[in-house]
């Protein structure tokens, strides 16, 4: 009985250890929020004279756009958006860039438009393999890629999922498409301005609006 016990609160102990963490935890400065970066993996490319370099896009660029992360703090950094201290943020994207090893590009060039549920969100996600453990998670899980053309009065732009993970458990908190507009000089820095737009939207709109609907 004794040993009964003992083993219940080992149990107990450890469920509370691990306890999941919620959208309201992040909202309230109960948890620390982690940069994971971008997935490209169910990314498709839209516009096909946009991208006539896979093979950088995948081994170079990807790798660039992930670790502008971390190193351009300035840029890209959510710690303010999210109004976190020092200790309650960071990024590390070294996952992502692992993952994306496995994304295809050359057969993601399409010129029709496309789309990703929430439940494909989902299931990418419950396949991830993350070194970090605890707190919450957030990664671009990136949809599209749109280029648009040059006498179009469409504008490019990348569209991704903006999705929080209790990293305890790689369950979805929540997840939201967000567009970001693409713009700069060079291929890598036209991309990664859609990354900034994304950050700038999730500031200046969706912030507000997480932060009443889950507090």
Do not use: C
């Not at 997935?39 to 081994?59: E, L, W």
């Not at 990418?124 to 006498?151: H, M, N, Q, T």
């Not at 991704?160 to 305890?168: G, H, K, M, Y």
């Amino acid at each position: 009985m004794k040993r009964l016990i003992f083993t219940l609160f080992v149990l107990l102990a450890g469920n509370q250890l691990f306890a999941q963490n919620t959208m309201s935890d992040l909202f309230n400065g109960k948890a620390r929020l982690t940069f994971l970066g971008l997935d490209f993996t169910q990314s498709k490319y839209i516009g096909r004279a946009g991208f006539m370099d896979p093979v950088a896009i995948k081994n170079q660029h990807m790798v660039s756009w992930n670790n502008l992360i971390e190193f351009e703090p300035k840029k890209f950094s959510l710690q303010k958006i999210f109004n976190l201290k020092d200790d309650q943020y960071a990024s590390k994207v070294e996952d992502m860039v692992t993952l994306n090893k496995t994304a295809n590009v050359e057969g993601n060039i399409i010129a029709d438009a496309y789309e990703i549920s929430e439940d494909q969100v989902k299931k990418s996600v419950a396949k991830y393999s993350l070194s970090e453990k605890s707190g919450i998670g957030i990664v671009y899980i990136v949809e599209s890629l749109f280029k648009a053309p040059d006498d179009s009065k469409e504008k490019s732009a990348m569209t991704a999922w903006v999705t929080f993970i209790d990293l305890s458990s790689k369950k979805v908190l929540y997840t939201e498409k967000v567009q970001g507009k693409a713009g700069g000089i060079g291929f890598r820095n036209f991309w990664a301005g859609g990354v900034y737009q994304i950050n700038k939207e999730i500031e200046s709109n969706l912030y507000k609006k997480w932060s009443k609907s889950f507090k």
